[in-house]
């Protein structure tokens, strides 16, 4: 989880904020409002679109600290490609890090992994 600064050029002139987003920023916990240092944070995640916004990570990473309200358990998984993708377990649901997933809400990396799993069981 990091803080990532939202980049996008909005034409009605919108500023952006810094938001503290999950490892494929589709969940978002906290925010601070633009102009402010006070952060603001969600009782429960929320889901956040990206689509057609553009995010940078936060040059300074302010302190801040999330109280886990579950113990997600996140394993490392190797795409087709070599690339490195985080596949996560929250309150009975996968998540994964990859665009696929974060587009289409599914992917095989998770897919993959639950057949990896079951045949270890």
């Not at 936060?58 to 795409?79: K, L, Y």
């Amino acid at each position: 989880m990091k803080f990532y600064q939202e980049t996008t050029m909005w034409r009605d002139g919108f500023a952006n904020g810094m938001y503290l987003l999950d490892d494929s920023k589709t969940k978002m916990y906290a925010y601070i409002k633009p102009g402010d240092k006070a952060v603001f944070k969600f009782k429960n995640p929320i889901r956040i679109d990206t689509r057609g916004r553009k995010f940078a990570v936060a040059t300074v990473q302010p302190e801040f600290e999330i109280e886990a309200t579950t113990n997600p358990h996140r394993w490392e998984v190797t795409g087709s490609r070599g690339d490195l993708y985080i596949v996560s377990l929250e309150e009975g649901v996968y998540n994964c890090s990859c665009s696929g997933f974060k587009f289409r809400g599914a992917c095989r990396h998770i897919t993959e992994f639950e057949g990896a799993k079951s045949c270890i069981n």
